[in-house]
């Protein structure tokens, strides 16, 4: 099975598996309440739903790149980064590892 | 007995929605695309359809990797509108009808596809981003929503759902009601969200498919998920979604839309067809 395809992660089920726990709370946050808790308090959040010390890590300093290396699959980490106001765009870029500033400088080149 | 008298291919993105709900369908970033769902729109509703079929993919939002169905069946009396971290915009629930569900369940199961069958679900932007540019928000058609996962591999092959499509005609050919189906399929068509080739798109491959779903589908059933993955982007599988649609309505079609656009980091397209 592929793992990656032109730098862009495969998710498989060995991902899946690896990043159970970090999809499972982009998950929790479809919830309102939810949302507001880990905004109100993230460390606390984080460590109530079972994230270990790295994982907690990852999306403490919005690692998006290492959050999706950990296994976290796109569509749940995009729910991370909506709860904090942070787009996709910018998730996007971190992950091909540029800031968002050289992404939208490199389209615009096109 | 039922049949089928039409066929839609679209993409869906979460982009699409608030874009519609502001009416900014005018805006020249987006009139391209928009302009194009407004011609399909009025044939849709000179069809009279009874019900739409919809094969789509959820984003995690209905569905967790706790028990990720490879497919999935709504068989509700209505389909709520699912938060996907963002909060929901606002339209009313979606219409189902469960006794064509189960029959589509007996049915399938009979032709060796066995979904899982849900009495509860929501639907995501899968669904609900283009719906709204195709059909009235008070959702007078009622939907069978299909979910495919194209998110955790292993994903069903493209072939599977070419041959899902064929098994969607003759379970509409075999219902007792004379109703009158629309098949849609919706994903992609080129992206990728992650990775060093973030926002790529490729013109080129989407026409190519669109060409090609029109003439001479079958060999796209043929294609490998790498042939998919590389060509159009890893979140580019989703345009597997289409195939069934594409094979629902048999080997003859006329065109009667289509449309592409790619102002973002996603290749948008629409494609209308009806039984030639």
């Not at chain 1, 996007?92 to 400088?105: C, D, I, K, V, Y």
Request: with cysteine; proline share 7%.
């Amino acid at each position: 099975m592929l793992d990656e395809i032109s730098g862009a992660a495969v998710f498989t089920g060995e991902r899946s598996r690896a990043g159970y726990r970090l999809n499972r709370m982009a998950m929790s946050l479809t919830d309102p309440a939810n949302r507001e808790a880990f905004v109100a308090d993230e460390t606390g959040y984080l460590r109530g739903i079972g994230l270990n010390d790295v994982e907690a890590d990852l999306v403490r300093r919005r690692d998006w790149k290492g959050m999706i290396e950990a296994g976290g699959n796109i569509y749940l980490i995009i729910k991370i980064a909506g709860a904090l106001g942070i787009a996709l765009y910018e998730v996007g870029a971190h992950t091909a590892g540029m800031s968002l500033e050289q992404f939208m400088a490199q389209r615009k080149g096109r | 007995m039922g049949r089928i008298v039409g066929g839609i291919g679209s993409s869906h993105a979460p982009s699409f929605g608030p874009v519609y709900d502001k009416g900014q369908q005018k805006d020249p970033m987006w009139a391209p695309l928009f302009d194009g769902y407004v011609p399909v729109r009025a044939w849709l509703e000179g069809l009279r359809p009874d019900l739409f079929i919809i094969v789509y993919n959820d984003h995690g939002n209905q569905f967790f990797f706790d028990a990720y169905p490879t497919f999935a069946l709504g068989a509700s009396e209505a389909y709520p509108q699912a938060d996907e971290g963002w909060g929901k915009r606002d339209l009313p629930d979606m219409r189902g009808d469960p006794d064509f569900s189960w029959h589509l369940a007996r049915s399938l199961v009979e032709d060796e596809f066995d979904p899982t069958i849900c009495q509860e679900m929501s639907v995501d932007h899968g669904v609900m981003s283009f719906m709204p540019m195709l059909t009235d928000t008070r959702w007078p058609v009622p939907i069978v929503p299909f979910a495919v996962n194209v998110i955790q591999h292993p994903v069903p092959k493209a072939r599977r759902l070419y041959k899902l499509g064929q098994a969607f005609r003759r379970a509409v050919e075999s219902y007792p009601k004379d109703i009158r189906v629309v098949v849609f399929g919706t994903g992609g068509l080129s992206h990728q969200l992650q990775g060093t080739r973030f926002g790529f798109t490729d013109p080129n491959w989407d026409n190519e498919f669109l060409d090609r779903l029109e003439t001479d589908p079958e060999p796209l059933a043929g294609l490998s998920h790498r042939d998919y993955m590389e060509r159009g982007g890893t979140e580019g599988i989703e345009m597997i979604n289409w195939l069934p649609m594409r094979a629902a309505l048999g080997p003859a079609v006329r065109r009667i839309g289509r449309t592409y656009h790619a102002p973002m980091i996603t290749g948008y397209g629409l494609l209308a067809l009806e039984p030639a």
